[in-house]
């Protein structure tokens, strides 16, 4: 069972930076890329940021220079720096985890598109 669990959501003004966490568990070998998406209210869900295992990684226009993500692969976490936040940045931010290898105890397994419960993120002044 593959579970993912975001952390370091929060209140903060405008201008100011936060930190956030996904950390994926479950026997993984490997994953193959991690994705921060976010859904503000009123709006549909949109994709912040996205990063493979080798490192490639892709940004919503609206935070490029912005939002930097990152990966840990050793410990199968996702992070995603926000600095410079604005008013618009306000969304509950969720993790997802595709092309999942794991191992079930009996044998290999292979699993796309796994999603944290998200965490939320107010900017406000």
């Known amino acids: 069972q593959v579970q993912l669990v975001e952390s370091g959501g929060g209140l903060v003004q405008p201008g100011g930076s936060l930190r956030l966490s996904c950390a994926a568990s479950?026997?993984?070998?490997?994953?193959?890329?991690m994705v921060w998406y976010r859904r503000a209210p009123g709006k549909e869900r949109e994709l912040v940021a996205a990063?493979?295992?080798?490192?490639?990684?892709n940004y919503a226009d609206s935070v490029k220079d912005r939002f930097t993500i990152s990966r840990d692969n050793d410990k199968n976490t996702v992070y995603l720096q926000m600095n410079s936040l604005k008013l618009e940045d306000t969304a509950v931010y969720y993790c997802n985890a595709d092309g999942v290898k794991f191992y079930s105890g009996t044998s290999y397994g292979y699993g796309m598109d796994y999603w944290g419960k998200g965490t939320l993120v107010t900017v406000s002044s």
């Open positions: 990063i493979t295992s080798g490192g490639n990684t």
């Open positions: 479950g026997s993984i070998i490997s994953i193959h890329a």
